[in-house]
């Protein structure tokens, strides 16, 4: 049989973690990676994760090391450079990273730094809505703060010429990346301003939170805040969120929706127009037929109470009451001569004429007196007797005295 060395388990952990603490570089290394399943002990330790595209260490930091190693709060995903040293742990065997200093990589520190920035901000009302102006909806001069070269210009002045071929576009040639690119931004939107444009687009196209980072600066941030013209935010694609984009009166995902909602459609106003030009042609014609009915109305009315139409009324009633009386009087006259008529009839049955006709005579005085009585006559008179055809004068020769049949 042959000889073999056996060793046991502690041995060789024990081994494997000698030879670790003898290696130098183990001892005192920086290793970058990104945060996973990163928790925070109630013992005051952190325990995570440091992963990158094809790896992953366990890491451990005490709470010892936290009061001067760490500066802030561990998240999911935040890129980091932990520095410390690599050693065995030697019950489970297992090798992790021990920090004793971690630090924000780059896009994270900037990432940390804006969400500060972030929350102050809002904190003094930079974002709150109250504060926000209206975007013009026709405008006719257009402020662009942005690179002279570039997607983000070329797309603002082609879509905005497209809608209105009218509005007047001014450009202040920004430097939108680097040191000097805030002072530069907030100066475009100062001379825009004093410019006196309607609205103002402030942008560039994407990049990375570095290229972008003009656009999270403060001084940027107050300038737009203190800008008496809207202002449109345009920074980066749809993903990237700047400060400038909370401040701002209105955040446009893009540089081409920038000039989308700044510039309103030509067409669409002619539509617009057109459809209030038949509106307002329809509400015309309306009042006008009301008018022109109020008009007529009120045409009969002056012509009922005009003196002229008082006049011709009143002569249109003196003629009915003419032929009125008229009818009264002829019917008034028919009947008085109805009336002569029968007094005639009855004269004519008292008229001694017609006596005369009937066979008896008229015997009247030289007085015209009518004989009726001997007393009245004495002889020597003179006497006319009326006949039928004529009058027989005779002188009486004496009168006597009869009785022709009435009683005594």
């Not at 539509?271 to 006008?288: C, F, S």
Request: net charge neutral; hydrophobic share 35%.
């Amino acid at each position: 049989m042959r000889n073999v060395n056996v060793y046991t388990v502690s041995y060789i952990n024990s081994f494997i973690k000698n030879m670790f603490q003898q290696e130098p570089l183990l001892n005192n290394l920086t290793v970058k990676g990104e945060v996973s399943n990163c928790k925070y002990h109630t013992s005051g330790h952190i325990y995570f994760t440091l992963k990158d595209g094809s790896g992953a260490i366990s890491c451990v930091m005490f709470k010892s090391s936290r009061l001067n190693g760490l500066k802030f709060q561990m998240k999911e995903g935040q890129s980091v450079l932990v520095t410390g040293s690599i050693d065995t742990y030697e019950r489970d065997g297992k090798y992790q990273l021990y920090a004793r200093k971690i630090e924000l990589d780059g896009e994270g520190a900037l990432y940390e730094k804006y969400e500060k920035l972030k929350k102050e901000l809002e904190e003094r009302g930079l974002f709150a809505k109250e504060y926000k102006q209206p975007i013009p909806k026709y405008i006719k001069t257009l402020g662009v703060v942005t690179a002279s070269t570039g997607a983000a210009v070329r797309d603002i002045i082609n879509i905005s010429t497209r809608r209105n071929p009218y509005v007047q576009i001014i450009l202040y040639p920004a430097i939108v990346q680097g040191d000097q690119a805030a002072e530069s931004i907030v100066k475009g939107i100062s001379v825009l301003e004093q410019a006196g444009v309607d609205t103002i687009i402030v942008g560039r196209g994407g990049g990375s939170i570095e290229d972008l980072w003009a656009f999270n600066e403060e001084i940027v941030a107050e300038a737009i805040f203190n800008c008496s013209i809207p202002i449109i935010s345009a920074v980066g694609h749809e993903t990237d969120t700047t400060i400038a984009d909370y401040v701002a009166d209105l955040r446009a995902p893009t540089p081409s929706a920038a000039a989308e909602l700044a510039v309103y459609d030509v067409d669409l106003l002619m539509q617009d127009i057109k459809a209030y030009q038949d509106i307002l042609y329809r509400k015309m014609n309306v009042e006008i037929d009301r008018l022109r009915n109020k008009a007529l109305g009120d045409k009969r009315l002056l012509e009922h109470l005009s003196p002229e139409a008082r006049i011709r009324d009143k002569r249109m009633r003196a003629a009915q009451m003419g032929d009125k009386l008229e009818r009264l009087m002829l019917d008034m006259i028919r009947d008085k001569r109805h009336e002569l008529d029968v007094d005639i009839e009855r004269l004519k049955a008292l008229s001694p004429l017609d006596k005369l006709h009937s066979g008896f005579s008229y015997v009247a005085d030289d007085n015209g007196r009518n004989i009726r009585q001997i007393g009245q006559v004495k002889a020597g008179d003179k006497l006319s007797i009326y006949v039928s055809d004529g009058t027989i004068m005779a002188t009486a020769d004496s009168v006597e005295k009869k009785n022709y049949g009435k009683k005594e």
